[in-house]
C-alpha cells in the first residue's frame, strides 16, 4: 500500500455541494468513508468510485477521487470492465437495495462470483428513495408504499445470503453512523484482495425512518447488536454477558448466558460459511462485522496469471498478419 | 483428360446435414484455392440449429464458394457443381441450380426413409426433375467406410471422415495438392492417431476415386483460370478475422491495450473468438454475463484509458443501448460491433440482413447522436475497424461499426496491407495553458476542432474529475440541470458528430462517373453484388457509390448524388438507407429491398438498374470494365 501521511479527510472530499435529504444516513457514510482513505494512507489518484443510480449513487461526486456515476444497476459491470484494465486501482462501486439487487442482480451475482477485486458498498434502506418511496426488493413483508398501498406481498431478499449464494468470498455488515464499526469494515474490505461486499443499514430519513431501529438505537444497542471479531467469542449484551451457542439439534444460532455457559459460546471463524449462514439466518442479536472472508484469487489475478505478461503487447499485428497460409502474387 | 473444362470462373456449392462436416470440408477447399492463386469468395449458409433432425430440409448446412480469375465479388448466384450428401440438400439447393449444372449425389443417402424426410414421395433420380442437369451419383458414404476400415473405427466413427473423401474427390476434380491439406489434418489430428489417419485415408480415396473410377468420364475435371490480383502478398481472410486484427492494430497505432467485453450471440461470436486468441497482441477479452454487462465493462475500460470494444447482434444492441448513451454523455471513447442478422426478435440468427442502419442512426432515447460507419467486405473489416477506433478516440464518442452475418463468415483472398501505412491514433491534447487556470476538472476542456475532450484517466494527479449520465457543465464537468447548459450541451453532441465529416475522405465511386442516369447507391456487405452488377452491366450511364461513413454522411455526397438522374438504392431490409438519404440529403432514392435471408443475385440487380434505364445499352469505354468474364 502507498502512503501518504498528510493526506486528511478534507483531502477526500471533492468541492460539490452535497445534496442529500437533511439527516440522511449517507452523510455519516461519506464521512466514515474520507476519514478511512486518509487513515488508509491511499492515493486519492489512485482511488475511483463506480456508481449506479439512486440516491446512494450520488456518492462519487462527493468524494475528491476519479469517479463515475453509470446507470442504474451497472455499476459491477462498469467496474469490472475497469478493474481487469486497471487491476492497480482501488475500485469501489456504491450501489443501493434498489440498483444492486433489482435492476442490477444480475451484474452483483457476477462479480460476486467472479470474485472481481472490487470493494462494494450495498447501502440498504429497504426503500427506493430518488424515485419517492417505492417499496424495494429488500423491504419487507407488508411495507406500504406508493406502489404498494395495501402492504408489499413478495418476500424480501437477504443480501447476505445472496452473496454467499453466488460464492462472494467476502461478506460484512455496517451501521451507517456506527464509525467505528463502519470504519473497521471498509478497511478490511479494502485489503480484502477480490470482490468484498458490504452491506451498511442506512436510515432513510425520509421514506423508511428507522426501519432499522430496532438493533442500531444507541441505548439498547448492547443488546441488540452481535459485534462479530475473528477468533473471538460471540459474545454480546451488558458487560458481554450474552453469547452465541450452536443448537446441534435445530441446526441453528441460539442466545444463551454467556457466564453461566462460557465454554459453549462459539468463537467465531469469518473462514467458515455455514457459520455465516447462521449468523445471517439470525436478526437479534443482528450481526455486525465481517461476517465472512475466506480470500483466494480474485478474478484480475487469475485473468493476469494465465495472460502471463499482463497487456503488454508482445508482437505486432505484422508478426501475425503473414503467420498463416500466404501466397505471393507477382 | 478427356472431359477437361477450361473456366474463368466457378461456383460450387457443398451441401449436406449440420454433422456432414461441409463447412470444414468448404474451408480446406478455399484454403487450396488461395494456394492455387485464383480470386475466390465464400459464403457459408447453416441452420441455427446445432444439429438439427438428421436427413430434414431445415437441417442443411451449405458452403457456397465462387472461385476464378477476378475479379470475385461474391459467392456467385447459380452454382454450377452441387456436392449434395442427402437428398434433403439436394432439395433446398436445386432451386438455385440453372439446368446443365452438375449435381454430385451421395448415392448412399437416396434411400426411402431420407427422401421422406426431405419431403420427396419418389427418388428424384428417377421422375425426371433432375433432367438437363449433369448427374453423377457416388456412393461417397460406403467408399468412405470401406477406405477406413482398416482403423478399426465404429460406423458413426468411420463416417465422419466422408467430408475429407468427398473434398478429396473435388481436389481431383480441380487437380490441385494434397499436401497443405494433408499437413493441416495432421496438425489438427496431431493428439488422435487414429483420427488423423483414418481422415488422411479418406481423403486419398477420395482423390483416387476420381483418378482410377470408371467415372473419371463421367466427373469433369475443371481448369480454372488464375486471378489477375494486383501484385503483393495474399492470404485468405473472413470478415471476422479481418475485423479481429484490425482492432488489434487499432490498439497498436493507439499505443494503448484493447479490451473487448461481449456475450455470445450469432452471427456475432466469431469476433469474439478470434480476439480471445490475440492476446499477445494487447488485446484483452472477458465473456460478460449479458450484452449490457459488455458493454458497460468496455465503458470501464475506456474510462480506465483502454480502448473499450463490445460487440453483437441487432438484439444485443437493443439491449446495450442505455449505455450507449452514457458513453454519449461521458464523452468517452466506445466501439459497438454489430454483425446483423435477420429480425426483428430472434428472427433469422443464421441469415444475413442490413436491418439494423436506423437503429445504429436514430435508435437511441433522447437526442444522442453517434457516428455509425460499415464495412463493405471481409477485408475491408480490418480498415474499418481501424477508423472506428480512431474516430472514436479523435471525437471522444461511441462509434457503432456495422457488418452482418455474410461478412462475418464470408472469406476472399487479402492483400496484406504494412501496418506502418497507417497513421497513429492519437488523443486529443490536453492545452497545459488550460490545465493551470482551471485547476482541477480538466478532463472537459475539448479540442476545438474535433469536440473531442482529452482522454484523462485515473491515476494522473491533480486532474481527478467525476462524471456520469447526469447532464454536466459543459465546461466544469459537474452536474448541471442549468437549462441553457443543456441546450449547449445537446447542440455540442451534436455538433461533435457533424464535426467527424471534417476528417473523413469525400465520397467517391466504386465505377462510373460522377453523373449519369443511374448511381447504384449501397452499404455493408451488397459491394460484391453492387459492384460486380454495375460492372457487368458496363454502362457508361450507370455508377457504382458505396457509403462506409453512414452518420454523418461524406460532405460531397448531395452533390454527387444530384448528378445522377435515379438513385438507386438496392439494400436488405425496406428501405433503410433510403430513409437516411432522404432525412439528410432531401433526396428521393428509388428504392430496393430484399429481405430474404440471403444475399443479392447479380442477375436481380441488373435488371432492376435496366428498369431505369432508357433505351439499350451505352458500353462503357471505363478501363475498369475491361477484362470483364462474361
Redesign the interface.
Known amino acids: 500500500m502507498s502512503t501518504q501521511p498528510d493526506l486528511t479527510a478534507k483531502d477526500f472530499t471533492s468541492s460539490q455541494e452535497v445534496r442529500w435529504c437533511p439527516g440522511c444516513g449517507d452523510y455519516a457514510i461519506l464521512k466514515t468513508m474520507t476519514q478511512t482513505l486518509a487513515k488508509l494512507g491511499v492515493k486519492p489518484e489512485e482511488t475511483v468510485f463506480v456508481s449506479g443510480i439512486g440516491c446512494a449513487s450520488r456518492f462519487p461526486y462527493y468524494m475528491e477521487t476519479y469517479g463515475f456515476h453509470t446507470i442504474h444497476g451497472r455499476a459491477p459491470a462498469v467496474a469490472t470492465g475497469l478493474k481487469l484494465a486497471r487491476p492497480e486501482l482501488d475500485v469501489w462501486v456504491v450501489t443501493g437495495d434498489g440498483d444492486g439487487l433489482s435492476i442490477g442482480g444480475n451484474h452483483l451475482l457476477h462479480a460476486l462470483r467472479r470474485n472481481v477485486g472490487l470493494n462494494i458498498l450495498l447501502f440498504n434502506n429497504e426503500i427506493y428513495g430518488l424515485t419517492k418511496g417505492q417499496y424495494s426488493p429488500t423491504s419487507r413483508l407488508g411495507t406500504r408504499s406508493p406502489s404498494s398501498p395495501d402492504g408489499s406481498i413478495d418476500a424480501p431478499l437477504s443480501p447476505g445470503h445472496f452473496a454467499l449464494g453466488a460464492g462472494g468470498r467476502f461478506f460484512a455488515r455496517a451501521i451507517d453512523t456506527d464509525k467505528v464499526g463502519l470504519g473497521d469494515v471498509l478497511r478490511q474490505a479494502h485489503e480484502f484482495e477480490g470482490a468484498a461486499f458490504t452491506e451498511i443499514f442506512q436510515n432513510c430519513i425520509v421514506y423508511n425512518q428507522d426501519v432499522f431501529a430496532s438493533f442500531t438505537d444507541r441505548k439498547t444497542a448492547a443488546e441488540k447488536q452481535l459485534q462479530l471479531k475473528h477468533d473471538e467469542p460471540m459474545l454480546f449484551g451488558t458487560e458481554n454477558k450474552k453469547g452465541m451457542r450452536f443448537n446441534p439439534d435445530t441446526f441453528s444460532l441460539e442466545v444463551i448466558d454467556a457466564t453461566e455457559y462460557p465454554d459453549q459460546v462459539l468463537v467465531h471463524n469469518e473462514t467458515n460459511k455455514v457459520i455465516a449462514q447462521l449468523l445471517l439466518d439470525i436478526t437479534s442479536p443482528m450481526a455486525l462485522g465481517v461476517i465472512y472472508k475466506n480470500p483466494a484469487d480474485s478474478f484480475e489475478q487469475s485473468w493476469y496469471a494465465a495472460r502471463g505478461k499482463g497487456l503488454e503487447r508482445k508482437r505486432s499485428v505484422a508478426d501475425i498478419l503473414r503467420k498463416t497460409d500466404t501466397w505471393t502474387v507477382s | 483428360m478427356s472431359n477437361e473444362v477450361v473456366m474463368n470462373s466457378i461456383v460450387v456449392r457443398l451441401a449436406g446435414d449440420s454433422g456432414d462436416g461441409v463447412q470444414l470440408m468448404g474451408s480446406q477447399f478455399i484454403?487450396s484455392t488461395?494456394?492455387s492463386?485464383e480470386d475466390f469468395s465464400t459464403f457459408p449458409d447453416y441452420p441455427a440449429e446445432i444439429r438439427a433432425p438428421v436427413g430434414t430440409t431445415f437441417g442443411v448446412s451449405a458452403y457456397q464458394m465462387n472461385i476464378g480469375a477476378n475479379p470475385i465479388t461474391t459467392a456467385g448466384d447459380a452454382p454450377d457443381v452441387l456436392i449434395a450428401f442427402n437428398p434433403a440438400a439436394l432439395k433446398v439447393s436445386l432451386p438455385l441450380l440453372d439446368k446443365g449444372a452438375l449435381l454430385i449425389l451421395n448415392s448412399d443417402s437416396f434411400v426411402a426413409r431420407n427422401l421422406t424426410k426431405a419431403g420427396y414421395e419418389k427418388d428424384p433420380r428417377e421422375t425426371g426433375e433432375l433432367d438437363g442437369y449433369q448427374v453423377v451419383s457416388a456412393d461417397i458414404g460406403r467408399l468412405n467406410l470401406e477406405a477406413v476400415k482398416p482403423f478399426g473405427l465404429s460406423k458413426s466413427d468411420g463416417g465422419r471422415s466422408k467430408n475429407f473423401w468427398a473434398l478429396g474427390m473435388l481436389m481431383w476434380m480441380f487437380d490441385r495438392d494434397l499436401a497443405?491439406i494433408e499437413q493441416w489434418i495432421r496438425t489438427k489430428f496431431a493428439k488422435l492417431d487414429v483420427v488423423r489417419d483414418a481422415n488422411l485415408e479418406a481423403l486419398h480415396s477420395g482423390h483416387a476415386y476420381g483418378e482410377t473410377a470408371e467415372l473419371s468420364e463421367a466427373i469433369p475435371r475443371f481448369n480454372v483460370n488464375v486471378?489477375e490480383?494486383?501484385?503483393?502478398?495474399?492470404?485468405?481472410i473472413s470478415g471476422s478475422e479481418a475485423l479481429a486484427?484490425g482492432l488489434?492494430?487499432a490498439?497498436?497505432l493507439a499505443d494503448r491495450?484493447l479490451?473487448f467485453?461481449s456475450y455470445p450471440i450469432t452471427p456475432a461470436s466469431p469476433l469474439l473468438h478470434r480476439l480471445a486468441r490475440?492476446?499477445?497482441?494487447?488485446v484483452?477479452v472477458?465473456q460478460?454475463?449479458?450484452e449490457?454487462?459488455?458493454v458497460?465493462?468496455?465503458?470501464?475500460?475506456s474510462?480506465?484509458?483502454?480502448i473499450?470494444v463490445t460487440s453483437s447482434s441487432g438484439p444485443g444492441i437493443a439491449l446495450k443501448t442505455?449505455?450507449i448513451?452514457?458513453a454519449i454523455n461521458?464523452e468517452l471513447p466506445l466501439v459497438i460491433v454489430n454483425s446483423q442478422r435477420g429480425g426483428p426478435s430472434t428472427g433469422l440468427p443464421t441469415k444475413t440482413e442490413q436491418s439494423d442502419l436506423y437503429q445504429a442512426v436514430y435508435g437511441r432515447n433522447a437526442d444522442a447522436p453517434l457516428p455509425v460507419i460499415a464495412a463493405s467486405s471481409p477485408s475491408d473489416c480490418f480498415d474499418t475497424a481501424i477508423e472506428a477506433v480512431r474516430i472514436a478516440i479523435r471525437h471522444m464518442t461511441p462509434v457503432i461499426l456495422l457488418t452482418d452475418g455474410y461478412l462475418a463468415n464470408a472469406a476472399e483472398p487479402w492483400l496484406?496491407?504494412?501496418?506502418?501505412s497507417y497513421k497513429a491514433i492519437e488523443s486529443n491534447e490536453l492545452d497545459s495553458a488550460a490545465e493551470d487556470q482551471n485547476g482541477?476538472m480538466v478532463a472537459f476542456q475539448r479540442n476545438t476542432e474535433t469536440l473531442g475532450r482529452p482522454w484523462i484517466?485515473?491515476?494522473?494527479?491533480?486532474?481527478?474529475?467525476?462524471?456520469?449520465?447526469?447532464e454536466k457543465d459543459i465546461r466544469t464537468g459537474?452536474?448541471s440541470y442549468d437549462a441553457e447548459n443543456h441546450q449547449l450541451m445537446t447542440k455540442l453532441r451534436a455538433d461533435k458528430v457533424v464535426r467527424v465529416a471534417d476528417f473523413i475522405p469525400d465520397q467517391d465511386t466504386e465505377i462510373g462517373l460522377a453523373q449519369g442516369s443511374v448511381a447504384v447507391v449501397g452499404w455493408g456487405s451488397t459491394h460484391g453484388a453492387l459492384y460486380q452488377a454495375v460492372r457487368r452491366l458496363g454502362d457508361t450511364r450507370v455508377s457504382h457509390i458505396h457509403i462506409r461513413h453512414l452518420s454523418p454522411l461524406p460532405k460531397n455526397l448531395g452533390e454527387l448524388l444530384a448528378g445522377f438522374d435515379h438513385v438507386l438504392v438496392p439494400e436488405m431490409n425496406m428501405g433503410q438507407l433510403s430513409t437516411v438519404l432522404r432525412d439528410k440529403l432531401g433526396i428521393e432514392p428509388i428504392s430496393l429491398p430484399k429481405v430474404t435471408g440471403q444475399p443479392f443475385l447479380i442477375n436481380e440487380l441488373i435488371a432492376a438498374i435496366r428498369k431505369q434505364l432508357p433505351g439499350p445499352n451505352v458500353k462503357a469505354t471505363l478501363s475498369v470494365t475491361q477484362g470483364d468474364r462474361e
Do not use: F, K, S, W
Request: hydrophobic share 40%; net charge negative.
Open positions: 484454403a488461395a494456394l492463386g497443405p486471378a490480383l494486383p501484385p503483393g502478398e495474399y492470404r485468405g486484427l488489434a492494430a490498439g497498436e491495450p479490451m467485453y490475440l492476446e499477445d497482441l494487447g484483452g472477458m460478460a454475463e449479458d449490457i454487462a459488455a458497460c465493462a468496455a465503458i470501464g475500460a474510462y480506465g484509458g483502454a473499450g442505455e449505455a448513451g452514457l461521458a496484406l496491407p504494412e501496418i506502418t482541477g484517466a485515473p491515476g494522473e494527479p491533480r486532474r481527478m474529475y467525476r462524471v456520469g449520465g447526469l459537474n452536474i
